[in-house]
């Protein structure tokens, strides 16, 4: 158990020590990263994109979150992940928890979590979103993704 502590403050030191840009980061090209245009998450928007026949990609996060950074940082913010959005007409949503919204807290309790990060993939037809695992991936973020691809 003592194993498993230290280990993890190690995994959480090292997460902080990137993001404060102590820690050297690898370096992607610009070609190999993409801003993904995003939305305020609602229930009302989620219900709206999907009646369209869209998909939805919902990032619950806070800015005082190491794993949401890094996962934002890594998988939400690669030129394919965007791609794969954009080639599904994927709907992304950012729930800002920063300030501990009260819908916000009652979405992530009506998933079973007490916190973010959550990553939810709603896909039209589908009662109930695909949650992703908390430490993300592109191709786990793509993979979601491409039961909506048309």
């Known amino acids: 158990m003592a194993q498993a502590c230290a280990a993890l403050a190690l995994i959480l030191a090292l997460a902080a020590a990137?993001?404060?840009?102590?820690?050297?980061?690898?370096?992607?090209?610009?070609?190999?990263?993409?801003?993904?245009?995003?939305?305020?998450w609602s229930q009302a928007a989620v219900d709206t994109a999907l009646t369209q026949g869209r998909p939805v990609f919902v990032n619950f996060t806070a800015d005082w979150?190491?794993?949401?950074?890094?996962?934002?940082?890594?998988?939400?913010?690669?030129?394919?992940?965007?791609?794969?959005?954009?080639?599904?007409?994927?709907?992304?949503l950012?729930?800002?928890?920063?300030?501990?919204?009260?819908?916000?807290?009652?979405?992530?309790?009506?998933?079973?979590?007490?916190g973010v990060p959550?990553?939810?993939?709603?896909t039209p037809g589908d009662r109930e979103p695909r949650i992703l695992p908390q430490l993300l991936t592109e191709g786990t973020v793509i993979d979601a993704l491409k039961p909506a691809a048309p």
């Open 65 to 92: 979150c190491v794993t949401c950074k890094i996962n934002e940082r890594s998988a939400l913010s690669s030129a394919r992940t965007a791609r794969a959005i954009a080639d599904t007409n994927t709907l992304y």
């Open 18 to 40: 990137v993001l404060a840009g102590r820690a050297p980061v690898a370096q992607a090209s610009p070609a190999d990263s993409a801003t993904l245009t995003s939305q305020p």
């Open 118 to 122: 959550l990553y939810l993939v709603h």
């Open 94 to 114: 950012v729930a800002d928890w920063t300030r501990r919204d009260d819908a916000i807290t009652a979405a992530l309790q009506s998933h079973g979590r007490s």
